[in-house]
């Protein structure tokens, strides 16, 4: 495969990616509502929450018209396809949380690649085109645990979940720069795969609130300009001093 791609051919990839994506999707919200033990209904709004909502925040956000999910009549049964397949297929839960964290990793690949593909397509800057396709990666899952009412795992403690697609975009942005689109479809799919197989495993995360008390940092700067020591008690006020 040549390293060059004209602008139908990406186009034409960047749609196979995102269909790809909506089926994942949806089969990973129809898991999401099997653990949740929905009925066949809440199967399939699950699964089409999940595998639609990513691209249709992209194309809101794009403007460009009606979101492709409503225009393209192989989105809604890609979405419903994945949603029944969960539906189906009852597997073990070692088994699918392996398979679930391979999916997942796949698919923030698949949508962070379309985003940032049709945001530059759009004739946007590359700092956009990293946050379409970042929310274009992310959005889809959570919306689906926000209809849950779960905490989003974009959030935090997910294994760099947001980490990977801001990566992915990034990459792919670079390579269309330098006119290698399909390098950097790829090296994006399997980057975002092994990066976040990666931080799976070793537990990798982004840190949390750090420990820094201003209030102390403050009260020791107040007490070295009175000419204190930095290890010096707080002064008492009156009302604190006891007989």
């Known amino acids: 495969m040549t390293a060059w791609l004209s602008p139908a051919d990406v186009n034409m990839v960047a749609g196979y990616l995102d269909l790809a994506g909506v089926l994942i ?3 990973l919200g129809g898991a999401v509502a099997r653990a949740e033990g ?16 990513g691209g ?47 999916l997942d990793a796949a698919v923030l690949g698949f949508w962070a690649i379309s985003g940032a593909q049709k945001t530059l397509a759009a004739g946007l800057a590359w700092l956009p085109a990293v946050l379409v396709g970042t929310v274009t990666a992310v959005g889809g899952g959570a919306v689906r645990d926000l209809l849950l009412t779960r905490i989003p795992a974009v959030l935090g403690g997910n294994g760099l979940y947001a980490t990977v697609a801001v990566v992915v975009s990034g ?73």
């Open 25 to 27: 999707c949806g089969l």
């Open 56 to 102: 249709i925040i992209r194309d809101t956000l794009l403007q460009r018209g009606t979101p492709v999910a409503l225009t393209d009549a192989a989105y809604l049964p890609t979405a419903f396809a994945g949603a029944f397949l969960a539906f189906l297929i009852a597997i073990g839960e070692e088994h699918w949380h392996r398979l679930f964290t391979a």
């Open 38 to 53: 929905l009925d066949l209904f809440g199967y399939l709004v699950v699964g089409t929450v999940s595998g639609l909502g």
């Open 171 to 243: 990459l792919y942005i670079v390579c269309a720069h330098f006119r290698i689109p399909a390098l950097g479809i790829v090296g994006g799919v399997l980057g975002a795969v092994l990066l976040r197989l990666v931080a799976n495993r070793r537990g990798w995360s982004l840190p949390g609130g750090l420990p820094l008390e201003p209030s102390r940092a403050l009260a020791r700067m107040r007490r070295r300009s009175k000419g204190g020591r930095p290890s010096d008690p707080p002064e008492e006020f009156p009302h604190d001093r006891r007989d």
